[in-house]
């Protein structure tokens, strides 16, 4: 896996710029949560609001990895099994300077996906088998990089505190309104002024906080291509590999199994980016003196026994479509 030298400048100022985005982003979900508990209640409400979310973070129940990789099926890789991959997977987390190499979980289904579950301390990456059949290994590094650059960068338990956050907002909206609602008639009886703005804040606030989590998803899929690129010192790897997925037809279980990902909805209702954008991002690290490889050819070997998913992706008893 060659390290190539970056455009050093061009990656600064897209790092830069992740990283104010999702400082602002999340900042946006407390002072939403923040105004809400003033217009209910001063300074009383922002402290409850505080104190709220920090139990929540504390006693929140956590599920762990080990019960998501057994809802989706998926199996762990031994460590005779895709060596290149698993040789890929341990010099890149080595490069991310990750305490733990990521396990790798293999997932029986024609759906080209890849998705990492747990922490820097103890991580997965599940690949799935169109995935594995579609990608080079070199486009596949790029989506291990990818992947592991998630983990480092502590992107799972910031979208686990956005998401506590917006749970909080919500219910504390819900609650308002239930409490404007029940004292409206004594409201009006007493010829008193209704609180407009909070009114309008309450009901504005659930689908705001969407908004904003959506962006925050986006943001933080910008910063793990960034990351990947300088993992591998080859962001067209990454490139190609993003392609490949643009090119492969969802049709109606992909919707689905990951609703939002490729769809024909406004750009603020994606989880991910254009995959346009992604890769233009990408290539404008490229060096204009620098020469990169060319795509190589060489697929993953899967073992012969490995047979080819034939089932259609579908309903389990988990809940889940895989």
Partial sequence: MPMVRLNERQRRRHKFRNLGQSILLVGSLGLLVAAIGWLLSGWFGVVWSAILIGATVAFSPTVSPRTILRLYGARRLGPYDLPEVQ???RLLARRAGLPSVPELHYLATPVPNAFTVGSSCGSAIVLTDGLLRA?????LAGILAHEISHVRNHDLWTMGLADIISRVTSAM???GVVLL????PQTMERHGTVNWPLIVLLWAAPPINTLIQLR???TREFDADLDAADLTGDPEGLAFALAKL???DPGFWERILWPGRRNPHPSVLRT?????ERIGRLLSLQ???EAFPTSEARMVGLPTHWARPAHRPRWRASGLWH
């Fill in 181 to 184: 609602l029940l004292s409206l």
């Fill in 246 to 248: 643009q090119r492969y």
């Fill in 173 to 175: 909206a819900t609650t």
């Fill in 87 to 89: 040789q890929a997977t």
């Fill in 287 to 289: 060096q204009a003196d």
């Fill in 216 to 218: 925050l998803s986006r």
């Fill in 272 to 276: 991910h980016p254009e995959i346009e």
């Fill in 135 to 139: 990608m080079s290994l070199r486009e």
